[in-house]
């Protein structure tokens, strides 16, 4: 069971559609995924570095194509969404 936490850092509505989006999948492109979020590469590279920055994204280099990167929660990633999820449901009358 998750603990109940509310994140500041996840709260902010790009970087939940990030965390949902990457809670789903083992990994994701970064272009498959700013196409999915409808977002642009910048806006998504932005909000990307904060995840990073706390680790809780992570990221790695596509061994055919180095223009390219794969996306990733990390585990502490993912206890930090499962938690935020789990607050936000109790808030949930």
């Known amino acids: 069971m998750t603990d109940a936490r509310?994140?500041?850092l996840i709260h902010a509505r790009p970087r939940l559609m990030i965390c949902a989006s990457l809670a789903e999948v083992a990994h994701v492109r970064f272009?498959?995924?700013a196409k999915a979020l409808d977002m642009s590469?910048?806006?998504l590279s932005k909000h990307l570095s904060?995840?990073?920055?706390?680790g809780y994204v992570h990221t790695v280099p596509d061994t055919r194509d180095s223009r390219r990167q794969w996306l990733s929660l990390s585990p502490a990633g993912r206890a930090a969404y499962e938690?935020?999820?789990a607050a936000l449901r109790e808030l949930m009358p």
């Open 6 to 8: 509310f994140d500041e």
């Open 31 to 33: 272009d498959l995924l």
């Open 41 to 43: 590469a910048p806006t």
């Open 50 to 54: 904060r995840l990073q920055e706390v």
């Open 83 to 85: 938690g935020h999820f």
